[in-house]
C-alpha cells in the first residue's frame, strides 16, 4: 500500500508563496504519475495539479493555473507543489497522491477516489 507523507505548510499572507513538499513509498515513485488535491472546509476534495511520470508535463485546475508549479524528483521519491500569489481562497489541507495514469489524477473527486491518502498539510493563507 502506497504511503503519503505531505509537508511544507503554514501560514502566510495573500500574495506570498508555499512549498509543499510530499514524499511517497510503498509504490515505484518513477511508474507513477502524481498529484496534488486540496480540501477546504465544508467542501468536497478537488484536484490542483498533476505531473506526468518523466516530470515533462503536467496539467492544473483552471484557479491556480499560472499560479503553482509541479514538479518532481525521482530519485527522492518526492513531487512538490511551488505556490505563489497566493490567495485567501486557496485556504485549504493540500494532499498528494499518486496513480498509474495522469488522466486518473485529473478526473478524481472527493476523498474516495483513491484507497489511501497522507496526513495532508495546511495551507492558510490570510488577507
Known amino acids: 500500500q502506497v504511503q503519503l507523507a505531505e509537508s511544507g505548510g503554514g501560514l502566510v499572507q495573500a500574495g506570498g508563496s508555499l512549498r509543499l513538499s510530499c514524499a511517497v513509498s510503498?509504490?515505484?515513485?518513477?511508474?507513477?504519475?502524481a498529484g496534488w488535491f486540496r480540501q477546504a472546509p465544508g467542501k468536497e476534495r478537488e484536484f490542483v495539479a498533476a505531473i506526468i511520470r518523466g516530470g515533462g508535463s503536467a496539467y492544473y485546475a483552471d484557479c491556480v493555473k499560472g499560479r503553482f508549479t509541479i514538479s518532481r524528483d525521482n530519485a527522492k521519491n518526492t513531487v512538490y507543489l511551488q505556490m505563489d500569489n497566493l490567495k485567501p481562497e486557496d485556504t485549504a489541507v493540500y494532499y498528494c497522491n499518486v496513480a498509474a495514469k495522469l488522466h486518473t489524477l485529473v478526473v478524481a473527486r472527493g476523498v474516495g477516489s483513491f484507497d489511501s491518502w497522507g496526513q495532508g498539510t495546511q495551507v492558510t493563507v490570510s488577507s
Open positions: 510503498g509504490r515505484t515513485f518513477s511508474a507513477s504519475a
